[in-house]
């Protein structure tokens, strides 16, 4: 089925590889001259111009919400551009949270037409400071919001609990009739959707509005955002950075305000590490507690370690709200994996939990010891934490070195062949961390079926001992309970200049062991300020591997200047709402205490 | 480690293979003369006249509690011989189920070594009889008896939910101290357990008492049970029959009063149907419901088909009760993979289900339909479903063959190349089942990486249909909701002559889908009373495949004189609550109205 988008599209501008796949990444790919008119393009390049003419065609539907000229590729720090499109009532409504919008979008404050063309106007300009967004149907979008203010009005009554939200759907997401190309130039118009992936179906019919796809890197397994098609998705904060990934343009989108809630995927931080790097809030849950159908990606049928569809969102009850809106429709109806586990929204609220808490400190893997601000973070934090009443004792960390190797191997049980073969059908190269992840598997053949079921059992050995280890806490609180969450950094940098990330050991290792992680925003660097009070917190020991090495190395406050501040916070498996619960009240310390 | 049990034993008697093996399986191997001295026992076989002489020394430290002669072989009913050596007192216990007996216990009317004594001497007779046990270790159940008692007299207070109840144990679960040879000789006394399964560290926790493992057949992939250390197991209703498998120990041995609980192991009706040819209750819930680490058995890490462990009892509430204990000890913060759910009694007790409930009939899964009597008990208890005011549809068969083929492709991914190679060590042959069961993966390669991805996803599609299935009966009940649970047989024969076993189909069919099942009795088939009333009931209609012809071909009331009935009821996934609640209220209506 083609999709519907080719109608309308103006022939595709002849683009060779090097205006594509080798754009500076601060130079949008969508605004770049065809100035080299290419008489032989490979499969992926024809393909990779014709989806960009397609999005371009799209955004220039309404020219009148895009940037008046290009900008110069060497501005940096972009969040904020959009909002110089707005209008006033605009900019408030795209500073506002997705719980407060519903709240005043169902009393008709706001209708979700304007609420629409808020998000619509920020996602433009968004896209054309950052690269962040696949699918562009803008129209759609308004037309949907127009019906439901006709609902709301004929009705009194909203269509459910998001009535006229906005959503964004990352790329490898289902979206009825949309394409799913997922990073890949091999599957792009030939994957369009023709159904809703559930978590679609379910803000559907909660009342969510869709008006873009965000882009995803190539393969999927990387936590930056780079593919074949579109290029980089760059850092709003500072375009020079990575916005993270693999869910990058969900990250790049929200952070300029052209969206309030996206819809991520993580299998090894890919939530998570675009919500670090943007400034964000990220969840990945346990395993099957959220909708999880009606993604494509390679490896369908993998199950030696499976992925989370989470939010990303710019508060931290809008968490919750997302998973108490998909929860509400008893999804374990509708997908045979999911647990038959209802949202308990009081907890998530923390009601019921003790007074005083304690939280377990992980502050160095024992691997990559994290950049000087990331370690203030935690002692800033920790020090809010005692203020205000709360334990905090140390997490001793476990093998992460040892977690690192087993899920390097469950991710690639094929030794990554059909990652290459996918990358085949167009004559796709891997892009850079695509490269960077596939050479784990240093070109080994498939595992053997018995020695996927050792891996296995190598992964529930190790689960176990780490559930020994967390109960073993018990030992050290002053209340006797095991400690109720772990804070932790999300990764050892702020995000990294493209092409540079190195060490997932802090994001996947819950992946392994299956337990829920949030991350929530500190602050941003100023490396003015840091350069003077901080600098001297750089180890002196000498580096424990060439990893570390290399992190270290590229320590420097200017690198990351504007970048993003985040931590993480880790509960138990299938204690999602205990975790926001605590996350809520380390949030009132830092409020109170810092 | 070697087992202390091998201190005691006497050297053991050469045993040839024929008179291992091939014993006839109405006669007790224990008790098999040596009659051909064999000079050149291969090692399985002298690991098996080992393991014996073992169980017969330990046996015969009680011999008081043994029949005082051997049993004529053509002696077929025998479940109530065991009563021949009981006291009235004794008989009295070893008549009620777990659920009175603990209550009993707990106010001391029983005390725990004369419930431990009861149960062992039935034990005892129950082994004679069918060959129904591996390890016996009664003196140690009497001293932890004893200090049961002296622990609720000195303190008034029992240790636990299970104070003094005896609770039998299938051979693969780990019982720290105790061998754990799985029914292969490849195994014997190199499996000796340094440590409680986790089911079993519950059990122990809540005041169970230990004193038997049980057998299971060589593989444990097997509905019957044999194995080339003991021989077969046989059915105390009728010895020419199979008491079922693969916890087929667990089903004579109840059956013969000489246990009021035990724990099975089941990944394609090897809880069930033991339980069925028992006449028991047996329940197997959901993956990862209940404790399920600590298990030996081939395949560790195959994750594309989970078993299940589960209670085999004398009464649909001590299923209740098993489930209610195991949970009440969180052990979701013990072993990884289980689901943190909390058991809900309220519920498995009925309270808050509909008055009217709606039950879907399956009474023919369009492969193999069940012989006259299960199609009889069918009837009857819909009728009585009906009297009783509930609603039953029919649920139409979906795919049951299509359903055999995969899930036996899943049991087999490695083309049963693991199960050769243990059999090989001690150079042991496949039993009769073993050897049906392997011919399935017709000595093909193991599946390869991407191949195994692709049956995971054929099984998820599967379940999705059969999730949309169930969803669709909202359009054929009358309350417009979906029915509550699926009534149907579960197996199409009564327990089968042995080594006759054809059809899984009725019970793994619950295991694809990964639905709780729990098996309940209506009766005994008397061949007398069945052939003058229901011998009309044969099909007319020509044997839709070879499987079908096979079994039709078997049917004679004769046959199956003695066997138990019994029928399946099914519910939704993790909804083992409900379900108990469910057939709480069919077992009113058939006490009601049948």
Redesign the interface.
Known sequence: MAPALLLDVSPAPRLSKASLALTPPDTPSSTSPATTPAPLLAPWQAISAQKIADREANLQRHPEWRLASPLDPNVKHVASYPFSKLTPREREIVSLDATALTELLAIRHYSAVEVATAFCKSAAVAQDLTNCLTEIFFDEALAQAAELDRHLQETGKTVGPLHGLPVSIKDHVLLDGKDTSTGYASWAYKSVATKDAVVVSLLRKAGAVFYVKTANPQTLLSLETENNIYGRTTNPFNRTLTPGGSSGGESALIACHGSPLGVGTDIGGSIRIPAAHGGLYGLKGSVARLPH?GLLGS??????IVGCVGPLATSARDLGLFCRVMLQYEP??????L???PWNDDLANGKGLPSKLCFALLSDDQVVLPHPPIRAALECTKQALLAAGHEVVEWKPMDHQQAWDLIAKLYL??GG??YYETMAESGEPPVTMSKWILDHANGRE?????E???????R?AF??R??AHW?ATAGVTSTGRPVDAILCPVAPTLAPPHGTTRWWGYTSYWNL??YPSVVFPTGHLSSEDFSTSRAAELPIAPARNDIERYIRDQWSPQTYNGAPIALQLVG????EEKLLGVLGRLEDAIRTHS
Request: include cysteine.
């Open positions: 159908a490896h369908d049928g993998m199950e030696a374990w109806y509708i997908e045979p994996p647990l038959n586990m049980l094929d062949r059909e498939p595992y053997t079926v018995a996927t079921f050792r891996l296995n059992a190598d529930e689960r176990a780490c559930m109960n062991v299956d138990r498996r299938h204690e």
